[in-house]
């Protein structure tokens, strides 16, 4: 692969049926995860002259040395970086700098499976103006937190997307688009400093623009997010935040009726037998919790902000190509 070809060129025309695609990575202080990605995207059942991997340091400070030498060496790895901005500008830098027909959005604390590209390609070749996503596994399973947190996800999921039709959501760390849709609707919004809703953000402009979600349970990504008590809390409190900032740049949030927290709560005695099972309905009503707290923390700011500065517009995203 050139890579001193321009950012909108195409990658090698080899295997002309197969969409070339650009996997990008944002990633932030976590090497170890990263290699752990790295090593799992060089086995991917794809062809490797149809796909590269653009690695965006979000302010950490990340140089090729500091990775193992044999992730280092990845033929098709870029490693790009900015200041501190936030996952959501990091996809944006790495979509900006992408060469391939498609993005494939995934996390640094993940790992696809061999076919997990194949099947997106195949979904976007389907669909070709649609936005594919697959499932999240999470592989943590001795680590309660970890397992509450994707029990979220999985409610959502559940209750948003059927497999194989419209879905109403599809996460950030296993999506993939076209390139040039994707800058149709905008990019990310890089409002979102932090994570949390941006990936809702998205989907909403994304399905509000005429275009449509596709869920392929098929297309996995198993997750290793390590979460404590206390990570757990924020991660929550941060979804808060980001669901107060999706009402003020979209009008409104996504709320669901009770019905919805009410068998998200159940879900781990559902799930799981005896004390686990307590303790994992315990954890999710305590996310619900933090998340209210969160959406609440996030309104009082953005009111403090807008009482200093009462003649501010708030700044719209960075239009993309």
């Not at 990633?27 to 062809?47: E, F, I, N, Q, S």
């Not at 997990?116 to 596994?137: D, E, N, S």
């Not at 275009?211 to 924020?234: C, E, I």
Request: proline content about 4%; some cysteine.
């Amino acid at each position: 692969m050139n890579h001193q070809s321009n950012a909108s060129g195409p990658l090698s025309r080899a295997a002309d049926h197969l969409p070339s695609f650009s996997i990008v990575v944002p990633t932030h202080r976590r090497v170890a995860a990263l290699a752990r990605l790295l090593r799992g995207l060089a086995k991917l059942d794809y062809p490797a002259e149809r796909r590269e991997v653009l690695v965006v340091d979000d302010g950490g400070g990340l140089r090729r040395e500091h990775l193992p030498a044999e992730v280092a060496a990845l033929p098709g790895m870029r490693l790009l970086s900015q200041e501190h901005a936030g996952p959501a500008a990091a996809r944006n830098r790495g979509a900006a700098a992408a060469q391939g027909d498609c993005l494939a959005f995934i996390d640094d604390d993940c790992q696809p499976h061999r076919a997990w590209l194949r099947h997106l390609a195949q979904g976007l070749t389907r669909r070709p103006r649609a936005a594919c996503g697959g499932a999240v596994i999470n592989r943590l399973v001795h680590n309660r937190y970890s397992q509450a947190s994707q029990m979220v996800v999985d409610h959502l999921y559940q209750h948003l997307n059927t497999a194989g039709g419209r879905a109403g959501f599809l996460a950030s760390n296993n999506l993939a688009v076209g390139r040039r849709d994707f800058w149709a609707v905008g990019g990310f919004d890089t409002a979102f400093s932090f994570a949390g809703a941006e990936d809702r953000h998205f989907c909403r402009r994304w399905i509000d623009s005429g275009r449509h979600l596709v869920y392929l349970p098929q297309a996995v990504v198993n997750h290793f997010h390590h979460l404590d008590l206390r990570g757990f809390l924020r991660q929550h409190m941060r979804y808060g935040r980001g669901s107060q900032l999706l009402r003020r740049r979209c009008g409104s949030a996504d709320f669901f009726e009770p019905s919805f927290y009410l068998s998200l709560v159940g879900r781990g005695i559902r799930q799981r037998s005896g004390l686990r099972g307590l303790q994992l309905s315990a954890l999710l009503l305590a996310a619900q919790a933090a998340t209210a707290g969160g959406y609440l923390a996030q309104g009082l700011r953005l009111a403090r902000a807008a009482a200093r500065q009462p003649g501010a517009v708030q700044a719209k995203p960075p239009v993309g190509e």
